[in-house]
C-alpha cells in the first residue's frame, strides 16, 4: 500500500491542476476567437436589419398602390395612416391596406416615413422611407425607395 501511494513531491501530485500561465493562454486564445468572431455577427445582423427594412418599404409601396387602385391613381395625402383607418367619409376606401393594421416601423423602432408628392422620383411615385439606425433624417444610412441602397 505504501508504494501506491504517491508521495508529496512526486511529479504526478505537482500537476493535479492546471497553472496560471495555462489558463492565461487560453484565455487570451477565446478572446482573439471571440475578437474575430463578434465583430462578423454584428455586421451580419445590421445587413439583416437592413434586407428587412427594403421588404418593409417594398410592402408599404404595394398597400400604397392598393390605396391608389382604389382612389383613381390618388395616393393618400395626410399620411400612411390613411392605410389604415378611414379617414371618414371616403367611400372608395376599401382598407385595410396594411398587415395587421399597424403602423409599419423599422427594425430599429423609427416609424416608417411617406411624403406625397414624392421629391425624389419622377414618375409621380410618393417618397418611401427609414431613416436607418442613426435614426436621423438625411443621412448615409437612410434607406429609400428612389434610390439603390
Do not use: C
Amino acid at each position: 500500500m505504501k508504494a501506491a501511494r504517491l508521495k508529496a513531491g512526486s511529479s504526478r501530485a505537482l500537476r493535479a491542476g492546471f497553472t496560471l500561465m495555462e489558463v492565461l493562454i487560453v484565455l487570451a486564445i477565446l478572446a482573439v476567437i471571440i475578437g474575430l468572431v463578434v465583430p462578423n455577427l454584428m455586421k451580419g445582423r445590421e445587413r439583416a436589419n437592413i434586407d428587412a427594412t427594403k421588404v418593409q418599404i417594398k410592402a408599404v409601396e404595394d398597400a400604397l398602390d392598393m390605396y391608389a387602385l382604389d382612389h383613381d391613381g390618388d395616393y393618400p395625402q395626410g399620411g400612411l395612416s390613411a392605410l389604415m383607418t378611414n379617414p371618414g367619409g371616403d367611400t372608395k376606401w376599401k382598407g385595410p391596406y396594411t398587415k395587421g393594421n399597424k403602423s409599419p416601423v423599422d427594425p430599429w423602432g423609427n416609424p416608417i416615413q411617406y411624403q406625397n408628392p414624392g421629391t425624389h422620383q419622377n414618375d409621380g411615385r410618393p417618397d418611401v422611407w427609414s431613416m436607418g439606425k442613426d435614426k436621423a433624417a438625411n443621412t448615409a444610412d437612410d434607406i429609400t425607395n428612389w434610390a439603390t441602397n
